[in-house]
């Protein structure tokens, strides 16, 4: 198969936003006078956004407006050889993407901060791009591209991503 399109995650897939997850979370909790959560408990809360991962970690029964926390990019860095293998991509000619459910702004921010100029389109959750594994998104980034999701592999880290491709028809 020819695939000549990649749409990458961001968080756990391009860059390693784990360790700021962890540390700002937290920090939130502490703040909120709520215990600490272990690095393998705030990993299991990853993959549906920041106010998912907020009202995991708080205790039960806590009040929606205790879970709202600001979340920074100190310790965020691309994975290893990440910068690499998409020089080689690009080098090839593929048209790459991002695709997340973290907040549009969030998304442009972090994609410019630590990966400027590198994707042709970037997206994050915002009206016109649900949450996945709704495909509208894939399939909006797709189109964008120029592309069709038979040419298109998506790459991820969790089951919402597999199944995100599997809606929309690319390769995962």
């Known amino acids: 198969m020819a695939f000549d399109t990649f749409v990458f995650d961001l968080d756990g897939t391009l860059l390693d936003t784990l360790p700021d997850l ?20 705030i990993l299991s809360y990853v993959g549906n956004g920041v106010r998912a991962l907020m009202c995991q970690a708080v205790p039960e029964g806590t009040s929606p407006e205790q879970t709202d926390a600001a979340y920074g990019n100190d310790l965020t860095k691309p ?28 998304v442009q921010q972090v994609m410019n901060q630590f990966m400027p100029g590198v994707f042709a389109v970037m997206h994050g959750e915002c009206d016109g791009i649900p ?21 298109t592999v998506y790459v991820g880290d969790s089951p919402g991503d597999v199944r995100v491709s599997r809606n929309a028809g690319t390769f995962s």
């Open 79 to 106: 994975y290893p050889h990440m910068r690499e293998t998409l020089t080689e991509l690009s080098a090839r000619g593929a048209r790459m993407g991002v695709l997340s459910n973290k907040f549009d702004a969030g």
């Open 22 to 41: 962890v540390v700002i979370t937290n920090q939130a909790l502490g703040e909120l006078g709520f215990p600490p959560r272990s690095h393998d408990e």
């Open 131 to 151: 949450r996945k594994p709704d495909p509208a998104g894939l399939l909006r980034t797709v189109r964008e591209l120029g592309s069709s999701p038979k040419r």
